[in-house]
């Protein structure tokens, strides 16, 4: 089983190097050098060692002092996270909301932006991101970007981190992205899957659980999270649930085939449907269904059952604790008893005994935050650290770095 980003979670050699200095330091608000010696046995002068680059680096800062039992006052060492900021392009089938947020997960500014990416050509979708997150960081000299967290709605190759063949990007797969945005940032970027990184957003919030997320809007897709790491799968498809087939007939499905969960139960599937009666688009669904509107319940209820079905076979296998139902139709409560009733329905109790079924708690902010923590990840792991630290200014690796003051 293949999971994405995964630094070494046992820490046999605690505080070894400057960078799982860092770690510790991060895992609390602020420390003392008697606590980092506690934490980490190392001598006085190691541990000098390893935070003077740190320090250097403005990756630590001394917050004043704490007054000790008897003893001198100690100084307080906390991680110096005031200017970092993380980059998030997050782009779904018609909609895309680019991001400025915290390391924390904080989001500070945000642009949303209505695009068809299956009909717009993909260099013009690239442009306008970064156009949009161009003006959210024009004017703001202090903050420094970390890296940058990029989602979209394909497979993603867990080689190239480009996206693979889809019919929903078309052209995707011969973009170079990531030049196209280095040209304006260099640093470190990671892609993953919009399903696959509402799933792990959502999971920052129940961080002891598997979770099971679903992203249901126009498209259809999910993502399980296990240990706080998204299921990639080994070609970057893990969670590409829309195009399991249900039936040998069945409407046409936009991959070419026939019969399709994503044909039957998608946004884009049920809008087709739903046009001859007046229906404009998902918002517009959203609001006649909750409404009460006869049709639109009708067509969400035939549409729940099949996803419940599918989503049942997920749980069968992955045990979860957490079913998220994230997305425009997904968090629609009539929605989300209707997936839970199908799921209970269908799969034994042993499997669903412990299962919540929760509408998504971050709305359309679930994929920032998970490609947030992505970023994260590959950005302030202890070995990312180590290679930021010896890296050549310039480099993506020092982005994370503080340019050293002019004399
Ligand atoms: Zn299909």
Request: aromatic residues 2%; charged residues 20%; proline residues 7%.
């Amino acid at each position: 089983m293949q999971l994405r980003s995964s630094p070494n979670t046992s820490r046999p050699t605690v505080g070894a190097t400057p960078g799982h200095v860092l770690e510790l330091v991060r895992s609390r608000p602020a420390w003392t050098r008697q606590q980092l010696l506690t934490a980490t046995g190392m001598s006085r002068p190691t541990l000098q060692d390893r935070l003077a680059p740190l320090f250097a680096s403005g990756l630590i800062y001394s917050a004043g002092f704490e007054a000790s039992e008897g003893g001198r006052p100690a100084e307080l060492i906390r991680f110096d996270d005031r200017h970092l900021v993380i980059l998030t392009l997050d782009v779904g089938h018609t909609h895309a909301r680019v991001g400025i947020s915290t390391v924390r997960g904080q989001v500070l500014r945000f642009r949303d932006s209505r695009l068809d990416v299956t009909r717009t050509p993909p260099p013009a979708v690239l442009n306008t991101l970064i156009g949009l997150a161009a003006e959210l960081t024009v004017d703001a000299p202090d903050e420094r970007v970390a890296g940058i967290g990029i989602g979209l709605p394909g497979p993603i190759s867990l080689v190239t981190g480009l996206p693979g063949q889809t019919t929903t990007l078309p052209g995707w797969e011969h973009l170079p992205i990531f030049d196209l945005l280095r040209e304006r940032w260099n640093v470190p970027m990671v892609t993953e899957n919009d399903a696959r990184a509402l799933a792990l957003g959502e999971a920052t919030r129940h961080p002891e659980s598997t979770v099971l997320g679903l992203k249901w809007a126009h498209g259809i897709g999910a993502g399980l999270i296990i240990n706080n790491r998204s299921l990639g799968g080994d070609d970057g498809a893990a969670g590409d649930i829309g195009h399991v087939k249900l039936s040998r007939g069945g409407p046409e499905c936009r991959c070419g085939r026939r019969g399709c969960l994503a044909a039957y139960a998608s946004g884009h599937a049920l809008l087709a449907r739903l046009a001859p009666v007046g229906v404009r688009d998902l918002d517009h669904l959203a609001e006649l269904a909750n409404a009460g509107d006869r049709k639109v319940r009708a067509a969400l209820d035939g549409a729940a059952r099949r996803v419940g079905t599918v989503l049942a076979a997920l749980i069968a296998l992955a045990n979860p604790r957490t079913l998220v139902l994230g997305g425009t139709i997904g968090t629609l409560p009539r929605v989300v008893d209707a997936v839970a009733a199908r799921v209970r329905e269908v799969t034994l109790s042993r499997s669903v005994e412990s299962l919540q079924v929760l509408p998504s708690q971050l709305g359309p902010s679930a994929g920032t935050a998970g490609l947030v923590h992505l970023v994260v990840e590959r950005v302030l792991s202890a070995e990312a650290v180590d290679r930021s630290l010896a890296a050549e200014p310039g480099s993506p690796h020092a982005a994370i770095i503080r340019a050293p003051e002019k004399p």
